[in-house]
């Protein structure tokens, strides 16, 4: 079993940034063959990683601190008057949490979001292989939440169990429902299911003040942010 001290690391060759145009990037990832249990992912993502399929990694640039991971309190959480608002637009959604594994209706929505909703991003077209890559090749810890209106499956959010509290991994949803934010609304129904779970932290993974697409992370306050000196608090400016 691996440890945090004898877990191996590897930096990337500078590379094209996923979220600053005409930005380079440089990334760490933590040993791919390593055992990687829930202990060792917890204290991670406590440091700023981050998990995609079955990689952890964090930014590790040399020129560049623009990604700062952040996370929600949530027992110090209150929705503000937008938030309340998207509540009540999704009071009749109902959630299901199901073991992660490839669905079929998960990838058809998800494909569809992709398509319509992404096409300018990196994972524009959707594919199968890019998908189960991303999402289905993952620890025992993850959930997959699906989110239902009138029995017709709208969303899906992927979320990692931590011992401290849940890591927001994805959300993907049907376009046609856009607007019940429904981006806004699986946040919100993670932090609540912290809250039940009495843990901790909602982790966000990385805010980009320039990155519109990220944007959405200011709004949920408070927000702590990792820093040198540890995690802080740090204003959100939430509008309501």
């Excluded at 669905?103 to 992404?118: G, P």
């Excluded at 017709?152 to 856009?178: H, R």
Aim: proline share 6%; aromatic share 14%.
């Amino acid at each position: 079993m691996s440890n945090l001290n004898t877990l191996k690391f590897y930096a990337t060759p500078e590379h094209p940034c996923s979220y600053l145009e005409g930005e380079l990037a440089t990334t760490l990832f933590a040993d791919p063959g390593a055992d990687i249990d829930q202990n060792i992912y917890t204290q991670l993502t406590m440091l700023g990683f981050r998990r995609s399929g079955v990689h952890y990694y964090k930014p590790y640039c040399s020129h560049c601190s623009a990604c700062i991971p952040v996370r929600v309190p949530v027992e110090q959480f209150t929705p503000n008057r937008s938030q309340r608002r998207t509540l009540a637009k999704c009071k009749d959604i109902k959630s299901k949490i199901r073991p992660a594994g490839f669905y079929a209706a998960h990838y058809s929505l998800y494909e569809k979001y992709i398509n319509q909703q992404h096409t300018d991003g990196d994972m524009y077209p959707a594919s199968q292989s890019q998908y189960h890559s991303f999402l289905v090749e993952c620890p025992p810890s993850t959930l997959f939440v699906e989110f239902t209106l009138n029995q017709n499956l709208i969303a899906v959010a992927v979320v990692d169990e931590l011992l401290n509290g849940l890591s927001a991994v994805y959300t993907f949803y049907d376009p046609e429902y856009k607007h019940l934010n429904l981006g806004t609304f699986a946040v919100l129904w993670q932090i609540e299911e912290v809250r039940r779970r009495e843990l901790n932290y909602l982790f966000l993974g990385y805010w980009i003040d320039a990155c519109r697409k990220m944007s959405y992370k200011k709004h949920f306050s408070p927000l702590e942010q990792l820093c040198e000196s540890g995690w802080e608090r740090i204003p959100t400016h939430a509008s309501d």
